[in-house]
């Protein structure tokens, strides 16, 4: 059986991989483009492609061999109602591409980050995805990689002890543009740990015509989610693409960006860790082709796939919430805040120069 698919944004991560993420991204990055994926799985058919732009919408078209093609998105969604639908448009009328897919009756999205803009968008989708019979997969796809799932199998499994710390450095970047990777890695680390809080200091924080309306894509200078049970997230600016889980007796790091895993630990009686790599296995799919793969799994109804899609779906949206508490911590000079007092009205626009993250 197979499942027709649909693009909607046919920019890189649509269609078009950059050649710098080609030539320098770890092996497993690749295919990262959403057509390229959806094209190498085989129980899916790539139908037809979006692209308000039309020499954009034509090159892909023309790339991956596909006749239906639509200048508007919200035409693609009406007449080819596909079962799969990636969104790898800006996030600015992301959220309404996706609510109008929920509406039309597609099963799984797989959707670039970050989620939306604002607050009520946010709700909205929560809503729209809250009867549990639709899919969604991010563009934070880290947590479907093997060397990151290997790790977070290591550093939970308590053999070095429980986790206490989990650190993301990928350099100094901006929230929107960089960051829903870094929150999603502390939330896949922490496997469904509670959010106690969250805080933030950011630079580059340009207010709109409100105080809750961002214009910017501010920078952040530094980060902490709180989990329960002690667990601290830490979101640095230190350079190397590096992931540190910090368990009691020694650490687990994914190096540059999954380049290698390696663990960081004592060695019998020496208290001194020393560094040792893990073969990572390589016959899991890689890139966007490992959420695409989850979201046929979950249309064919693999129990253990639905299930995981649920936790997939509620980190999508906690993830999206933390990024919102990181600004308002910012708004209040920095102080902890609790995910359940964040103010509903909060609209980040995430520009940088002309264009949006
Ligand atoms: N997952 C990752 O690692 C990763 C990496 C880079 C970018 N991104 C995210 O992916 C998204 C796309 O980034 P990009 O670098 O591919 O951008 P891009 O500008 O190269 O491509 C976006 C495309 O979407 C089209 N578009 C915009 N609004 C549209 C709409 N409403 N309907 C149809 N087409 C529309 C644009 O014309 C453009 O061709 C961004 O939100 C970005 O944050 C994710």
Redesign the pocket.
Known sequence: MTFDAAV???????AFT?PAVQRFAPPCWMP?AHAEAIRRHPSLVLQAL????PA?LRRAAEAYGVARTFED?RRLIEEVRPDLLGV???????AE?LLRGVACGVRAFHA???LCNSMHELLELEAAFAPGDRFLTY???RRFLAPYRLAVEIARSGRYGALLEVQVNLGRGAL??THP?SVDLLLFATGGAAVESVSARLSNVVIGEAACIVESDPVIESATVLFAGGIEGRITRTPGCDVVLACEQGQVIVEADGREVVTYVPAGDDAYCHRAPVAVGQSAPAGTLAPVSHLVECMQGDPHAVRLNESTRRDVFMGQRILFGLLQSQARGGREVALAELAGDWVIRARSGG?H?
């Open positions: 909607i944004g046919c920019g890189r991560m649509g950059s990262l979006s692209d308000v732009d954009a998105p790898a448009t800006r996030t600015i009328g992301r591409i670039e980050k970050p563009g934070t796809i929107y543009w990777h264009r993250a």
